[in-house]
């Protein structure tokens, strides 16, 4: 074996190290850190590079492209959603991501970022709660129990004090589960027997459910005044959770626009309705909630903006911790232009 | 160290493994074997999804993601370009790519691509010169020495039986490099002093210079009759090696022309300036080469399913090999809903 130079090295976070750094960290922890990244991140949103995500759709799922950078750093996320395969003993979403300086082009982390999106999906629906959900909201309903709603759960415990879940899915199994993996958690957890049940008295109403189709999770007469609704499910062309006139009767809160309307809830609506950019209500340029009367609607489909922060964030703690490995991935050759001589001398 | 599934696991292949794999092989048959499945992926063209490279520019170089997919495997690429690497001991290109399954969206495969990409890159030119070039073509010019050189003249010999090249470079030591590298490899070497004696007597006229500016390193009097030119420098926005007048001489044939006419010579001439699809020629649809006096231009800028092909064909040759790592890259919880209860369960 040859030895690379420190310069061909990239370092790997694998999901066992993911895991340990977790737990080295705390969830709870891991979770306000992560939000505090993207509320930074967020509040220098006209400074990165934005663009829609880079999808390759199938008949069974997609797989998608996040790039963006902040003109020092440049991030990715590769993530495919098929929410067929949960039932072939698969995960509907994998993903992996990778940062580099923009400077040189070379990469300087690569990561796991099937559990890291987890975990950063639930840092943002909580960040976003905290700027439009009613003061003080103690319960949520949390409707669809896979991979998504435990970490849900605890972000809105961990960043703005929810002390209760009320957790619905249309096969009780994935309720047990959940309901299992928050035993001890520090929240009060209800199985709920429908989407009705699971909504009763609760502030914030949570919606992840996996279909690749318009579905209709949230009918216009379930959602009484005042509520937040947390709406993570429905991401991808064609995939809808909330039926329309919820729409209607709501504030609309959005990450980025463009992407959004391809393949949020508001794809159902006309390209001019109103929405706020969430970044706006963040830096103070536009109003979040201003009544108790009012329905917010996070309508979020996930941007490569958080995920740029939740890889910025593992790359700073990984520092001095055994929670990586270095991958060979880049040629390093003595002189750069001698490629050939390189490969030459291996043989 | 918890021990994940199977599935949890990508063949990661080093730079390390592909300097291995590549001696293993032979330079010679991997450049011919490539050759063979880039031509192949080019016949069945239509079939794949195409768009053009995902760029992300700054003041000293850019970051590109490649994707693309036949409707059962995906591919991307992640390469930069930075031309002032060089002066900092840094190398002005590095990549890496992936595959994964359409149907699961399960990555397949890593691999290094820095190595991979010269050799890709050689594969292809060779392959285009075999339609385009001159019968017989014995003698090629070879102006900018840098890191593809080598690969570029290997490429000509072992898929169109290329005798003698010509080397040019404004820097003499990278002619020196190049040379030397050459030595005892079956093709006569002729360093020159100048881009005009390169040319002497040469059927085939490769430039690949890494300046990201438009340059002039062939001017108009400089071409004669019934050459090909293969030109791969000029690969950016901004960034041509061709005086114009030549372009106005030549049949031109390309890879993609909605990436071609952003990033190509032809990013000189009006957006409708006729130009051919190099697979219509290898499916027999276009003419390629029709006269003695023709002079044919190859303006190549490399394109995501010549990427695809060569990490088909690592996967393909690394089976049976210890030429690769697992990487724990991907979750895999016994119940896919249950990523929570995986990461409780690590703690």
Chains 1, 2 share one sequence.
Not at 263 to 281: A, K, N, S, Y
Request: contains cysteine; negative net charge; proline residues 4%.
């Amino acid at each position: 074996m040859l030895h690379p130079s420190s310069k061909a090295y990239v370092p790997f976070v694998s999901v066992d190290n993911m895991m340990k750094l977790v737990h080295h960290i705390g969830l709870e922890n891991m979770l306000r850190g992560l939000a505090y990244e993207i509320e930074t991140d967020f509040k220098r949103w006209e400074l990165f590079d934005k663009t829609p995500r880079v999808a390759s759709h199938s008949d069974v799922g997609v797989i998608e492209l996040m790039p963006t950078s902040d003109g020092e750093a440049y991030g990715f996320k590769y993530v495919n959603g098929h929410p067929k395969n949960t039932s072939e003993g698969l995960q509907t979403v994998t993903a992996f991501g990778l940062l580099a300086d923009v400077y040189t082009g070379y990469p300087t982390l690569l990561s796991e970022m099937t559990m890291l999106t987890a975990i950063r999906t639930a840092a943002t629906s909580a960040m976003a709660a905290k700027h439009l959900a009613p003061k003080g909201a103690k319960t949520m309903a949390m409707i669809g129990n896979g991979a998504q709603s435990e970490f849900q759960t605890l972000a809105m415990k961990a960043i703005i004090g929810l002390e209760a879940v009320r957790l619905y899915d249309i096969d009780p199994e994935a309720t047990k589960k959940a309901a299992r993996n928050l035993e001890g958690m520090g929240v009060q957890v209800t199985k709920c027997k429908s989407a009705e049940e699971s909504m009763e008295g609760a502030e914030i109403i949570t919606t992840c459910t996996a279909d690749k189709q318009c579905a209709t999770i949230l009918t216009d007469n379930m959602i009484g005044a005042g509520v937040h609704i947390n709406a993570i499910g429905g991401d991808c062309p064609g995939k809808t959770e909330l039926a329309a006139e919820i729409l209607h009767r709501s504030d609309i809160f959005v990450e980025f626009p463009p992407q959004t309307r391809i393949e949020g809830e508001i794809q159902q609506l006309p390209q001019d309705h109103p929405v706020t950019e969430l970044w706006q209500v963040i830096t103070g340029q536009a109003k979040g909630r201003t009544s108790d009367k009012q329905i917010t609607l996070f309508d979020s489909v996930g941007f490569a903006i958080e995920d740029f922060s939740a890889l910025r964030y593992v790359r700073e703690h990984i520092k001095g911790t055994d929670f990586f490995q270095n991958l060979d991935m880049l040629a390093d050759p003595d002189d750069p232009r001698d490629l050939f001589g390189m490969l030459k001398r291996a043989g």
